[in-house]
């Protein structure tokens, strides 16, 4: 396949590796000049259709993450028969091979490289999205030592080296969790485990649970207890075994329950090796009882450590494991009786058939409740609400009104009655607006226990106005919120607004925030409030990320001096030449001065608009933009004085068919536009939602944009009956608002992404 040119793209040139159920080429990208690795599908895959669109759903899902330790995913498609995937290429080699090389890592290696896993499954679990094959298979190190987790969403498909017992295969079981094992519900502290297993693999130099029966290890993962680390290799520090075992434990409620908190130790370890957390692991490493904690690096209240797990299902494993003696394996290896034969045969059977049904079958239909109208305290344990709340599908947000009672939920996002499929990777979330009429409300507490990033997020969702500044702190990491002002605590009137301090080091510097996903305007917001530079450029992108930051200069959590920075955001957009357009802007000698803002129509859509242009009698050259033979429009306020067409296909745009009409000022009849085009120019003195009814995405952003909103929100969820690309609705507390409301106003807009997936 190598020299194949894939969607007039991709340039393949060698096969660079080989997995179960795809071939990796190293690529070149003729689009953006730069090397991609490209993972395609195996002919024997291409003709079940459930494994493709869960290939390439969870593939997207993937895509929407961007972080320094997560290999990037950069393009899904088809070509053919051919389903890929683009990847970021990586030059270096995974930890599974560095382990086989090294052995027993040294310390300081472990503690670098546990950071920067434990790093990158914190920020995927913050997207809801489990990965549930973490191992060193899928971890790569790059030549400068960073990590990078790779095959989110990829590796946990159907592949035979991870049921196989050959010497090449994988072997996933050995990095299993006890429930994964077990078949039942897992959520994100499923890979907290599985990175125990990858620290305990890398400080010993060997597994924790060894055999050559995949069955047998599954059986092991949910029975025995490993040998404590130390035992193993007596030079590593205490600290080390003792994240290592809690992450290990077998019980979830044992374990970190998120990555996050993990981090903090590993962190506290780097800075201090002699650290002792106060784990009581005796029991469980040699006796039966569950592990004990004294105290803890994460505040009870944390919202961190208060965050519910995002639940998803795995493969059932029936294996019992009473007929075997696990405990002397040699003897049991040697006594190969025709019914244990039979038995283990049965017991791959069972697991093989467990795994395919998973993949293919392990779906659950859910149908959205009526949420409106209820109170939030009272559902939250109701049994027919329930699920949705352990489920991590439900965002709450306050919203201040007078219009209803207090705590009363008065808006969903989803409609009661939906049906909706539960897989392994939906990322499902209802957004339920709670009433909030106090005229007061309290501070949370985030102090010494919240990113930055993180705290805003939760006042936002709150209603709080956010400020933020920069203190020397190094007693923290960077990005740490400090102390809020009011603090923490306080009752202040609804809105408010709080300032968030936040940690610098002595240079002031600052963790960098992701913005990927973000609209232009709100990742400005973002990272202005940091003091950060902000520049733009613009690349082709689908429908559904058009208007949405694709790409930034500077990865997430880079450490950066914020008053001397600029971090460049690629927006994208669609594929469009421009041409210009000269107009002669009417001479209306008997008034002092006239300004009127000028709109640009490109077909029904409004292109460009050109703000308080003065009407002195000169001339004014707009720019056309588009891509196919379409026409153009221009409007000094609602009265149309020019048009035409415009054939963007060829290699120069040529204009043609231009006519031109007389403006005629107030007091004289006008030519109102169609209904498309604004009623109102911006010099109103208010804003007024504007139709959405069978407008496409992006072409709606730049009306609201035109009507003088900013604040804007999208949101992607499936249809039926509204294209791919147009909007289904909009949510909007009214009709029309002042310029001053607009101006802060939050504008809600859900894009069709088609039918739901079946």
Known sequence: MANKVLAGRYELFERIGEGGMSVVYKAKDKLLNRFVAIKILKPQFIGDHKFIDSFRRE????????????VNIYDVGREGNIHYIVMELIEGRTLSDYIKAHGAMSYPKVIALSKQIAAALSFA?????????????????????????????????????????TDKAIGTVYYISPEQAKGELVDNRTDIYSVGVILYEMITGQLPFRSDSAVSVAIMQLQKQAVAPRKI??????????????????????????????????????????????????????????????????ASGSPIAKKEPTYTKTTVITQEPDE??????ELARKSYTLPILVGIIFALVVVIIGIAWFFFTNTDEITVPEFEGKLIEEIRDDD??????????????????????EGYIFYQSEEAGKKVQITNTTSFIIKLNIAYTSESMTVPTLDKSAKLQEARSILQKMGFKIKTEGVVDNSVPESTVIRMEPPSGTSVAYGSTVTIYYAIDDAGKIAVPSVVGL??????????????????????????????????????????????????????????????????????????????SVYVYVGDTLYKTYNSVKLDGSTHTVEIGGSDNTTFAIYIGDQEICSGKVDFTLSTPAVSD???????????????????????????????????TGKKYLDYYDALIAAGFDNIDIIDMPSDTVPEGQVISVSADKSTYSREEAMNALIKVYVSTGPEES
């Open 324 to 329: 075997y003696d696990y405990e002397n394996e």
């Open 59 to 70: 593939s997207q899902a993937a895509a929407s993450m961007s972080h320094p330790n997560i």
């Open 658 to 692: 231009k006519t031109v009409t007389q403006y005629k000022h107030e007091g004289m009849p006008t030519t109102a536009p169609q209904t498309t085009k604004p009623a109102e120019t911006t010099t109103s003195s208010t804003c007024t939602i504007p139709s959405f």
């Open 519 to 596: 609209t232009l305007t709100k990742a400005k917001q973002e990272l202005n409030s940091l003091g950060l530079k902000v520049a733009v450029e613009y690349e082709e992108a689908p429908a559904s990320k058009q208007g949405l930051v694709l790409e930034q200069s500077i990865a997430a959590d880079t450490t950066v001096v914020a008053n001397n920075t600029q971090i460049t955001l690629i927006i994208g957009t669609t594929s469009r030449k421009t041409t210009s357009v000269t107009i002669t802007l009417p001479p209306l000698q008997d008034y002092d001065e006239i300004y009127e």
């Open 384 to 405: 027919e609400y329930k699920y949705f709340f352990d489920q991590g599908f439900i965002e709450e947000n306050l919203v201040y009104t007078t219009e209803y009672e």
């Open 125 to 165: 679990h913050k997207n809801h999205i489990i990965h549930r094959d973490v191992k060193p298979h899928n971890v790569m190190i790059t030549p400068n030592g960073t990590a990078k987790i790779t095959d989110f969403g990829i590796a946990k498909l159907p592949n035979a080296e991870t049921v196989t017992m």
């Open 233 to 298: 290799n007596p030079s590593i520090p205490l600290g080390i075994e003792q994240i290592t075992m809690r992450a290990m434990q077998k019980r979830t409620s044992d374990r970190y329950q998120v990555a996050a908190e993990m981090l903090l130790d590993i962190d506290e370890l780097r800075r201090n090796p002699n650290k002792k957390f106060e784990y009581d692991f005796s029991a469980t490493v040699y006796g039966s009882h569950q592990p004990k904690r004294t105290g803890s690096s994460f």
